[in-house]
């Protein structure tokens, strides 16, 4: 079990908006401690898209954005296309360790 | 920009220990964190720990009695010792740049524990 929760799987169409949650307790997020997002591509490496709950690194699309409200977070993507469909995963931190979500299957339908 | 290659056996017997170099390319060691994580096959990823470039670590608890992470600045890379592996170790080990979040990741390499 992940200490930070997120669905299995989200779909949607390409052009529309699709959100992510992750969700935490007041050990991590609840805390006010920042969340971070990965996009993982089939067979490659997991990329940085969102660091510190609502920064886009250069180079990642505007689509791309992150929220919290209490102990959730969601990443948010807008105008989807098909190169998004990935695995997306969220880190905060928690107790002094680094945790991971479970990961959440992106389908681009 | 800054890019990281993992190396290592790809192969590591139950009992043995796995050990992992991450080269540091385009930019210094000596400037920030850098961590390990992997990545089970077909399942979500688990942080292992990181290194800051003075030696100072941290480590995930249910790994730490078997985890060693160090720096050799002359050489630009770090390195993950894991100890008494076991099936449950098999998985795709990642190196990256940072602590608090990660970024950039190297490529991966995929470590098998069997006999």
């Known amino acids: 079990q992940s200490v930070l929760t997120q669905p299995p799987s989200v779909s949607g169409a390409p052009g529309q908006r699709v959100t992510i949650s992750c969700t935490g307790s007041?050990?991590?997020?609840?805390?006010?401690?920042?969340v971070h997002w990965y996009q993982q591509l089939p067979g490659t490496a997991p990329k940085l898209v969102i660091y510190?709950?609502?920064n886009r690194p250069s180079g990642v699309p505007d689509r791309f954005s992150g929220s919290k409200s209490g102990a959730s977070a969601s990443l948010a993507i807008s105008g989807l296309q098909a190169e998004d469909e990935a695995d997306y995963y969220c880190?905060?931190?928690?107790?002094?360790?680094?945790?991971f979500g479970g990961g959440t299957k992106l389908t681009v339908l | 920009q800054v890019q990281l290659q993992e190396s290592g056996p790809g192969l590591v017997k139950p009992s043995e220990t796995l050990s992992l170099t991450c080269t540091v390319s385009?930019?210094?060691?000596?400037?920030?964190?850098w961590s390990w994580i992997r990545q089970p096959p077909g399942k979500g990823l688990e942080w292992i720990g990181y290194?800051?470039?003075?030696?100072?670590?941290n480590s995930n608890p249910p790994l730490k009695s078997r985890v060693s992470i160090s720096v050799d600045t002359s050489k630009n890379h770090f390195s993950l010792k894991l100890s008494s592996v076991t099936a449950a170790d098999t998985a795709v080990y990642y190196c990256?740049?940072?602590?608090?979040?990660?970024?950039?990741w190297g490529q991966g390499i995929l470590v098998t524990v069997s006999s």
């Open positions: 990256a740049r940072g602590r608090e979040w990660f970024d950039p």
């Open positions: 385009g930019g210094s060691i000596s400037s920030s964190y």
């Open positions: 290194i800051y470039f003075s030696g100072s670590t």
């Open positions: 007041s050990s991590n997020i609840g805390a006010g401690y920042d």
């Open positions: 510190d709950t609502s």
């Open positions: 880190q905060s931190y928690d107790s002094s360790l680094r945790v």
